[in-house]
């Protein structure tokens, strides 16, 4: 069992999104993409877990699998050029089954292919406040757990909120 705490978000938002977001296009980092990061990445890992609990072949705070979300946004014409240009500035193979090993300990890798994930999905990030759009962009469109948990997620976009200094 891991005994590491989660990581807070304030850390998270200094260490991983701040610097990750600044890797990629500027209209890439708004404040809806920053929201949607943390609530995804507490929902999916807690900002503890790197690799998936009990076995799983997700890797990363995002939680990517090598086939699913990795082999996607390398592939997506929205995507690829974006996520090439991320490898080479850090020294990435391209190279899919690399890419999703290094998400377990580069978290600016895993930064950067989450909010590649999103970018690529129709239509504008959910403005802040609407839960319900946020939860199925995440559960329909981009990530698609395998065991949704809806009953986390409000809690867990009210604590992104907050700590990104945001109002309803």
């Not at 500027?26 to 609530?39: C, G, H, K, Q, S």
């Not at 990445?41 to 799983?56: A, D, I, N, T, V």
């Not at 699998?65 to 990435?92: F, I, W, Y």
């Not at 995440?138 to 065991?147: H, L, Q």
Request: charged share 20%.
């Amino acid at each position: 069992m891991d005994l590491a705490s989660n990581m807070p978000l304030d850390q998270v938002i200094k260490q991983i999104l701040s610097p990750g977001l600044a890797m990629l296009p500027l209209p890439m980092d708004t404040p809806n993409a920053r929201l949607m990061l943390l609530t995804i990445g507490r929902q999916e890992s807690r900002f503890r877990f790197r690799r998936q609990q009990g076995g799983g072949p997700a890797r990363g705070f995002w939680q990517f699998e090598q086939g699913g979300s990795v082999k996607g946004v390398m592939n997506h014409p929205a995507t690829c050029g974006h996520a090439h240009r991320v490898c080479n500035e850090l020294d990435m193979a391209w190279d899919r089954t690399s890419i999703w090993a290094a998400m377990e300990t580069n978290d600016l890798l895993a930064l950067c292919f989450a909010r590649l994930n999103l970018w690529w999905a129709p239509g504008p990030l959910p403005e802040v406040g609407d839960y319900d759009a946020a939860w199925k962009l995440y559960a329909d469109v981009t990530w698609r757990p395998g065991k949704p948990r809806r009953e986390t997620w409000n809690r867990y976009y009210d604590e992104a909120r907050s700590a990104l200094g945001m109002r309803l």
